[in-house]
C-alpha cells in the first residue's frame, strides 16, 4: 500500500528533478562532456562522487516516506537534488527515472565468507580455497537470474506515480567490470594470489583462465537475454567519469535492435597486484582481461594502482579511452605517455578532505596536476571519501576550489 503522503513526497521531488534537468546549463555541460570524451576538451572537467560520505551528506533516516521501494527512490531523487544545489559539479540531470535490471549472480561452488570490522564497513573475505591444485575442481562457473516481472512492476509503478513528471525506463546500473583478480582473492586469498605465483604458477593460470571464462559467460549471458543497456549519457563508467559520447552504440546499431557490450563502456584494473612486476602482472592478469575488453567499443583502465610502471602492457587493450591517475600514480610519466590519445582522469589524494580540510593543501595538488597535465585531456576527480567529519560544506568547498583553481590556471 502506497500513503497519499508518500505519493506526495515522490511526486514533488520528481518535478523538482525534471526541473533541474531542463536547465539550459545541462544541455551546455552535456556538449562539453561529449567533446571531452572525444578527446576534444574545451577545458579540464571537474567530478566529484561523494561515495562513502553519502551517509553524512543524506543520512537515510532522513528519508520522509513509509513505503520501503519508495523510501530507496525518494533517496534516489534527493541525492540528485542534492548533487545540484550543493555539490554542482560538471556533471548532468537527465530528465529520466532509472529502473535497473534486477539480477541475482551465483556462487562458483564454495561459500565466500566476508568477515566485518567495526565503524565505516571495513571487511576481509576467508578465502574457502586452501590448496587450489587439490580443491580446484569444487568450483563451478557461476549461474544467473533475472526477475524482469520485478522490473516491470517498478517500471509500472514509476510511471503510474510520477511518469507524467519524470518518465521512467530501464537502464543500468549493471557495471561492466572484469576484475578478476579481486575475484581470485575471495576465492584464495591475497597472500596466496601472490605466492601461487612463483610456488604455483600453473593452478594460479587455470584459476585466472577460470575466473575469465565466467565473466565472459556473464556477459554473453546479458545479451543473450537482452539485457545489455547503453551508458553513453551521464552514466558512471570507468572508476569516475561521465559516459556522454557520440560513439557509442556502435553506427550501425538501429534502436529496433538487440544491443550487444560493444555499444558500451567497459572497464578493468588490478590494482590488488600492484606487489608483484609488471611482466608478472601481464602473465597472470592482462592477458585474461584482455579477451573481455575486446567485447566492449570503449575501455577505461585502472582504480588505486600506479599504472606508470605497466603502461607498456596496458597500452594494448583494445579501444582504450581512458586512463585512472590514482594519487600513487607518477603524474609527469603518465602526462607523457597519455598525451592528448587518452583521457587523464586524475583521482586527488581524498585524505585532505577526510581529515583537516587543508585548503592550501588542496589548492596545491590542483595546482600541480593543472602544470603536469596542461596539454592532456584532464579530468579532476574528488572519490574514495568515507567521511568529512559531519561537515558536508567540505564537498561543497572542494568543487568550489577546484573549479577557481582550473578557471584560474
Not at 169 to 178: A, K, L, N, V
Not at 221 to 247: F, I, M
Request: hydrophobic content about 35%; aromatic content about 12%; some cysteine.
Amino acid at each position: 500500500m502506497i500513503s497519499q503522503k508518500d505519493k506526495e513526497i515522490i511526486r514533488s521531488l520528481a518535478g523538482r528533478v525534471r526541473e533541474i534537468a531542463e536547465l539550459p546549463i545541462m544541455e551546455q555541460r552535456k556538449q562539453s562532456i561529449y567533446k571531452f570524451n572525444a578527446l576534444n576538451p574545451e577545458k579540464p572537467l571537474i567530478l566529484c562522487y561523494p561515495e562513502g560520505v553519502w551517509r553524512e551528506l543524506l543520512p537515510e533516516e532522513e528519508m520522509q516516506c513509509e513505503n520501503p521501494k519508495l523510501r530507496a527512490w525518494e533517496w534516489t531523487l534527493r541525492s540528485q537534488i542534492y548533487w545540484w544545489e550543493h555539490i554542482n559539479d560538471d556533471n548532468v540531470l537527465e530528465p529520466w527515472f532509472n529502473i535497473p535490471w534486477d539480477i541475482t549472480v551465483g556462487d562458483y561452488g564454495v561459500e565466500i565468507k566476508e568477515i566485518h570490522g567495526e565503524g565505516l564497513g571495513s571487511y576481509r573475505y576467508e578465502p574457502p580455497i586452501t590448496d587450489l591444485e587439490r580443491e580446484f575442481e569444487k568450483l563451478h562457473f557461476r549461474e544467473y537470474r533475472v526477475n524482469r516481472g520485478l522490473v516491470q512492476e517498478n517500471l509500472a509503478l514509476a510511471q503510474e506515480l510520477f511518469g507524467d513528471l519524470l518518465p521512467s525506463r530501464i537502464r543500468g546500473y549493471t557495471y561492466y567490470t572484469c576484475s578478476i583478480t579481486w575475484e581470485a582473492i575471495k576465492l584464495i586469498g591475497m597472500e596466496a594470489l601472490f605466492t601461487n605465483m612463483y610456488d604455483d604458477p600453473d593452478n594460479l593460470h587455470r584459476l585466472i583462465h577460470f575466473l575469465g571464462e565466467d565473466q565472459l559467460r556473464y556477459y554473453q549471458w546479458l545479451e543473450q537475454e537482452g539485457l545489455v543497456t547503453l551508458n553513453n549519457e551521464n552514466d558512471y563508467v570507468g572508476t569516475g567519469g561521465v559516459g556522454y559520447t557520440h560513439e557509442l552504440p556502435q553506427k550501425d546499431w538501429k534502436p529496433e535492435s538487440q544491443l550487444t557490450l560493444m555499444d558500451t563502456w567497459g572497464r578493468t584494473d588490478s590494482q590488488e597486484t600492484i606487489g608483484v612486476s609488471p611482466a608478472m602482472f601481464a602473465e597472470f592478469v592482462l592477458q585474461y582481461q584482455i579477451p573481455i575488453l575486446k567485447k566492449f567499443g570503449l575501455n577505461c583502465y585502472g582504480c588505486c594502482e600506479p599504472i606508470q610502471d605497466r603502461w607498456q602492457f596496458i597500452k594494448e587493450v583494445p579501444n582504450l579511452r581512458k586512463l585512472s591517475v590514482s594519487p600513487w600514480c607518477d603524474q609527469e610519466k603518465m602526462a607523457d605517455y597519455l598525451g592528448k590519445s587518452y583521457i587523464f582522469s586524475r583521482k586527488p589524494n581524498p585524505s585532505p578532505i577526510c581529515t583537516d580540510f587543508d585548503e592550501e593543501i588542496i589548492r596545491k595538488d590542483i595546482r600541480n596536476t593543472l602544470k603536469i597535465a596542461k596539454d592532456n585531456v584532464l579530468e579532476i576527480i574528488l572519490k574514495d571519501t568515507h567521511t568529512v567529519r559531519n561537515q558536508p560544506g567540505r564537498i561543497t568547498r572542494w568543487v568550489e576550489i577546484a573549479r577557481q583553481e582550473v578557471d584560474s590556471f
